[in-house]
């Protein structure tokens, strides 16, 4: 079945450092990949999305490639700020009859000053 | 409403009680889902709505667990007879339903529910 496997955390940085989250998929089909953020004691948010391969989702200086011929969506940032500090989920929406989302498990980063 | 809403925010109750979770959904999204998020776990899909039916009920973990909505709107996570393992944040979400392309779901804070 569908499946989304991310790296696990906690990653912790300073300041200004680049960022990188690895997530890869196992789909069949063509899914649609998404990065959902959490921020402390808030909801899930989209961060960024990219529907096709090759598509680069971008957002609050977050990006991320949909590369088909590694099956990976990873997250990248070149200089993070405390406020980034989350928990960060990829996830894979199949297009299928529900159109639900399947996450990974979730990476905790935290931003130290 | 603007966004997602859900009650209660936080909820404690005994084992062995029932408890409801009610969900808002953005108004004139006709997708609603729940999702059940455990420390230390990725997001686990419940349960998929398209307007009051649900094609897709393959995640609710056993019989205690059901959902209903109604009017195409509000939904109701209903657990009975509670187990300190269904202690996690019950999430919601809502979209346009797309059948094809990104399905955007829009999420809810959420209802913490701590089984004793």
């Known amino acids: 079945g569908n499946s989304v496997t991310q790296m696990e955390g906690p990653v912790t940085l300073s300041e200004e450092a680049f960022l990188t989250i690895n997530c890869t998929y196992t789909?069949?089909?063509?899914?649609?990949l998404f990065w959902y953020v959490q921020y402390p004691g808030e909801g899930l948010q989209l961060l960024l999305k990219?529907?096709?391969?090759?598509d680069k989702g971008s957002n609050k200086g977050f990006e991320a490639t949909y590369r088909k011929e590694t099956t990976s969506f990873h997250l990248e940032k070149g200089s993070v700020q405390v406020s980034d500090s989350a928990v960060y989920f990829c996830a894979l929406s199949d297009g299928g009859a529900t159109n639900k989302l399947i996450f990974g498990t979730g990476t905790l980063l935290a931003v130290q000053p | 409403g603007a966004g997602v809403s859900q009650s209660p925010s936080n909820k404690v109750t005994e084992k062995g009680k029932d408890v409801e979770l009610r969900c808002d959904p953005i108004?004139?999204?006709?997708?609603l889902y729940w999702y059940r998020q455990s420390l230390g776990q990725g997001l686990e899909f419940l349960i998929y709505?398209?307007?009051?039916?649900?094609?897709?009920k393959s995640g609710l973990p056993s019989d205690r667990f059901s959902a209903e909505r109604t009017g195409g709107s509000v939904s109701t996570l209903t657990i009975q007879r509670t187990q300190q393992e269904d202690s996690a944040v019950y999430l919601c979400?809502?979209?346009?339903?797309?059948?094809?392309?990104?399905?955007?779901?829009?999420f809810g804070a959420g209802s913490r529910l701590t089984v004793l």
């Open positions: 990219a529907t096709k391969a090759d």
């Open positions: 979400a809502s979209s346009f339903g797309q059948t094809a392309g990104a399905n955007v779901l829009t």
């Open positions: 789909a069949t089909g063509y899914p649609s």
């Open positions: 709505f398209q307007g009051n039916s649900a094609p897709d």
């Open positions: 108004s004139g999204h006709t997708a």
